[in-house]
């Protein structure tokens, strides 16, 4: 998945120009109740800016306050300015920094600004990939880190008619052992497929029914 494909688009997010000043800037803040906010020139991304970020610039000012917060620029503190994903970058290059910030981003190549991704939209992408939302069986196996053994898997449960809710595989770089994590949907053959899988070589770590 590319970061385009689960960005918020600019269209619905809020964004703040170059050329406002901090008072401006702030207003904008407090009646949208959000905390940062890109920074734009026209159409081009320029960094962001947040109420943290303004608090402290104004109070390391030699201007005074009220000077300051009517005199300057918010493209002349914005930060993060070299903080972005291109829009087709994959969504987990956005993962990295969004450890540090709630927010990052998105632009064309000509830098215009095209959306952000959110730490939320990368915590309900995974939670989407688990399947959260769907009922379904949830089993946790090991396997041996060897060729065809993912193919093994699919093969039995096509055998066994089950549809696949989520699959996601841990420890790809373990050269011995790899964890799977499936969830299917629940049928009355379930503990037919658990004795399949244990017999095919995998070990069933945890069930549970959700």
């Known amino acids: 998945m590319l970061a385009k494909n689960r960005m918020v688009i600019k269209h619905h997010t809020i964004s703040i120009q170059a050329h ?76 990295h920094t969004l450890k540090d910030f709630p927010s990052v981003a998105v632009v064309d190549s000509q830098n215009h600004f095209l959306g952000v991704v959110t730490r939320f939209d990368i915590v309900e992408m995974f939670q989407e990939a688990m399947g959260k939302d769907r009922k379904g069986v949830r089993i946790l196996m090991t396997c041996l880190e060897k060729e065809g053994q993912l193919a093994k898997l699919f093969d039995m449960l096509h055998h066994y008619h089950e549809n696949i809710i989520s699959l996601i595989t841990f420890d790809t770089k373990d050269d011995l052992m790899r964890r799977i994590l499936i969830k299917i949907d629940e049928q009355h053959r379930t503990d037919k497929v658990l004795e399949k899988l244990e017999s095919l070589g995998f070990r069933i770590v945890d069930v549970k029914y959700e």
């Open 20 to 95: 406002n000043t901090v008072e401006e800037a702030l207003k904008i803040l407090k009646e949208n109740e959000v905390d940062s906010v890109p920074v734009l020139d026209g159409e081009k991304y320029v960094g962001m800016i947040s109420q943290f970020e303004i608090y402290k610039q104004t109070f390391n000012s030699d201007m005074r306050k009220h000077n300051f917060i009517k005199g300057t620029l918010i493209g002349e503190i914005a930060t993060r300015k070299t903080v972005f994903v291109k829009e087709d970058d994959l969504i987990e290059s956005t993962i």
